[in-house]
């Protein structure tokens, strides 16, 4: 069964330093999306793509954040300067026709 | 913005009961979901309601959907401890290309 991938499972930074979450969606879909999860709380959305673009984001994407497509088969997500309460895990998800979604395994980050 | 609202946010309940966990959104929404997560792992899609009066059920889990209350409920018949997980109910509106989900309810199932 198709799935979405992300990788890393973890990633550990140090607070200030650039961070790069990786995510290979499902093949034929066109919509992408990130949301996050603090560590014992509700799923947050972050943003979402498609056509080669952001859709909609909300009010944590902020300028730290940025998301690209850069093959065709990737989907990132870099936070230029993390601070520590960017730890969370965060996870990706695809769809073929809007936010019904498949989720990825989530990336732990950890910001010290 | 839409906003969803579970209760209860936490259940330790023992096997063989039944119980409902609610959610209740603020404003239309198109469609509504509930998603499972064990403790450090992704979200599993329960299901996915489209229209008031819908029902889907699998195995012990059955979801009900009233638009006009805005409401949607998880019930669990017989609980068994393979249960125990955090519920999640979203809800997304065809405005936003997002889904909006509520705080979970972590469901405990004591043998």
């Known amino acids: 069964e198709p799935e979405v991938t992300q990788t890393p499972s973890h990633q550990v930074t140090q607070m200030g330093q650039e961070v790069i979450l990786r995510c290979v969606p499902i093949s034929n879909h066109l919509y992408f999306y990130w949301y996050r999860q603090i560590l014992g709380q509700k799923v947050e959305f972050l943003v979402s793509f498609y056509n080669n673009e952001i859709s909609e984001k909300s009010e944590i994407f902020d300028d730290q954040f940025s998301v690209e497509r850069p093959d065709g088969s990737n989907f990132t997500l870099k936070i230029r300067s993390t601070k520590l309460e960017d730890s969370a895990m965060y996870f990706c998800?695809?769809?073929?026709?809007?936010?019904?979604?498949?989720f990825g395994q989530g990336t732990r980050l950890t910001v010290v | 913005e839409l906003k969803v609202e579970q209760n209860p946010l936490f259940l330790s309940m023992q096997e063989g009961k039944n119980y409902t966990i609610y959610c209740n959104y603020s404003?239309?929404?198109?469609?509504l979901y509930w998603y499972r997560q064990d403790p450090g792992k992704s979200l599993e899609s329960l299901f996915v309601?489209?229209?008031?009066?819908a029902v889907k059920q699998e195995g012990r889990l059955m979801a009900s959907l009233d638009t006009k209350a805005r409401l949607s409920t998880l019930h669990i018949t017989a609980a068994v401890h393979d249960l125990s997980a955090t519920y999640f109910c979203a809800g997304e509106t065809h405005r936003d290309d997002k889904i909006i989900f509520g705080k979970g309810t972590r469901l405990h199932i004591l043998p």
């Open positions: 404003t239309t929404s198109d469609r």
């Open positions: 998800a695809s769809s073929s026709q809007g936010p019904e979604a498949f």
């Open positions: 309601l489209l229209s008031n009066g």
